[in-house]
Nanobody, 120 residues
Framework: VQLQASGGGLVQPGDSLRLTCVVS?????MGWFRQAPGKEREFVAA????????LYADSVKGRFTISRDNAKNTVYLQMNSPKPDDTAVYHC?????????????????WGQGTQVTVSS
């Protein structure tokens, strides 16, 4: 299984950005994580296999939206009103479990990451 994340870049605070993760095969729970310099990788959002259930970190709730298009094997992270604290490398990940999880240990496959920088 291969995951390819894209869509990162430089964005100003308050603007919008959409990240995309293309999965080579399978329909699994998908998550987005991020890692800032000098910090541990942290959970951002997750979505169920059907897309009917989602889970968000408190820090992004109400600003970010995770969604998926299973026909295109693609998962999205819509980032609205980003803040400088959202600056990080964002990774998509795949979990074989049936329940949404926030721990990196629950995800078996990872994409290479895409850099998001929020700055004016």
């Amino acid at each position: 299984v291969q995951l390819q994340a894209s869509g990162g870049g430089l964005v100003q605070p308050g603007d919008s950005l959409r990240l995309t993760c293309v999965v080579s095969r399978g329909t699994y729970i998908m998550g987005w994580f991020r890692q800032a310099p000098g910090k541990e990788r942290e959970f951002v959002a997750a979505i169920s296999r059907s897309g009917s259930s989602t889970l968000y970190a408190d820090s992004v709730k109400g600003r970010f939206t995770i969604s998926r298009d299973n026909a295109k094997n693609t998962v999205y992270l819509q980032m609205n009103s980003p803040k400088p604290d959202d600056t990080a490398v964002y990774h998509c990940a795949m979990s074989p479990n049936w329940n949404l999880g926030q721990s990196t240990h629950e995800y078996d496959y990872w994409g290479q990451g895409t850099q998001v920088t929020v700055s004016s």
